[in-house]
């Protein structure tokens, strides 16, 4: 959509949709197609066969690449897997997602504390920042690279959806793709030409998640009912049916189960300190 053609009431109606309120939009603003592609965000799992073309998957990954970097260290990577037995391999791991083996492009993004101890062998310096901190920026300039990614990606009319079930396995995938010590995965990401239009999916409540001077999340609990309730009358539920499971009850039954007990034995593994 170009910008003429995006209105601030197409962008009030995609955050109604998201959110169940919208914050008014200022006359004449500037951005607003931006805007809409952002709010109008959904992940998608089900693709055209077509193939992404390698230039275009290279251009997305570029331009993703550019996203801020926490003190300029530039701590993330992505590996582009184009090798049908590498994303086998990896797809093998996790058979309940095919879209991982049937996306048309595949992609992980990585964390990367090893350039910065090469930086600091290469000129002698004392590497004086062995802590959780190391991991940490690390992972969060992986994660500024990842949305960059999706951002990009959803610009250009590819639908993406992040897999961060690969680390599950992650000590496995480590391996698949020669990652050194202080690198790891943070998440897969598949890309290909959407087969269906995409689907907002409901946010929770602005009240909880955008705080003013002081957090406040003294009415959770009721909001978190409200919440269920209107995602479920999104979905077709009508909230008083004794089979309907709300998102905060679904969400609770899936930390019931543990996961991913061995995943900071696998970081620790990788040469970090995570305290
Ligand atoms: C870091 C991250 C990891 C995710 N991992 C997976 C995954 O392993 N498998 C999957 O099918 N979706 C995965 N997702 C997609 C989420 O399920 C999806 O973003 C969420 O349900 C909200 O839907 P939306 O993106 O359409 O708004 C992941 C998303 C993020 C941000």
């Known amino acids: 959509m170009s910008t003429q053609d995006t209105t601030g009431e197409d962008l009030r109606t995609s955050l109604q949709q998201r959110f169940g309120e919208a914050p008014s939009i200022p006359e004449g603003l500037k951005g607003l ?46 590996v582009e897997i184009a090798d049908a037995d590498i994303r086998r391999a990896i797809a093998d791991l996790i058979p309940a997602m095919p879209w991982i083996a049937l996306a048309p492009a595949f992609l992980v993004i990585c964390g990367n504390g090893r350039r910065l101890l090469e ?51 992650a000590a496995i995938v480590s391996g698949i793709l020669d990652l050194p010590d202080h690198v790891f995965p943070v998440a897969g990401l598949c890309l290909g030409w959407p087969e269906a239009e995409g689907r907002i999916s409901p946010r929770l409540p602005l009240s909880q998640t955008l705080h003013r001077d002081r957090h406040d999340d003294s009415q959770l609990a009721s909001e978190l009912m409200a919440y269920d309730e209107r995602r479920g009358r999104r979905d077709g539920w009508d909230p008083s049916d004794p089979d309907f499971i709300g998102w905060s009850r679904a969400k609770a039954r899936m930390y019931a189960e543990e996961q991913r007990q061995d995943f900071g034995a696998f970081v620790s593994d990788k040469g970090f300190q995570l305290i």
């Open 33 to 78: 197609d931006v805007l809409l592609g952002l709010a109008n965000h959904s992940t998608h799992r089900k693709y055209r066969t077509e193939a992404v073309p390698r230039d275009l998957l290279r251009l997305v990954a570029t331009v993703a690449l550019s996203a801020p970097s926490k003190s300029d260290l530039q701590q993330a990577d992505i």
């Open 119 to 169: 930086a600091s062998a290469l000129h002698g310096e004392t590497f004086a920042n062995r802590h959780l901190d190391h991991f940490f920026n690390a992972s969060v300039d992986a994660a500024l690279v990842l949305q960059n990614l999706i951002v990009a990606a959803e610009a250009v009319g590819l639908g993406t959806c992040p897999i961060s079930v690969i680390r599950n396995h």
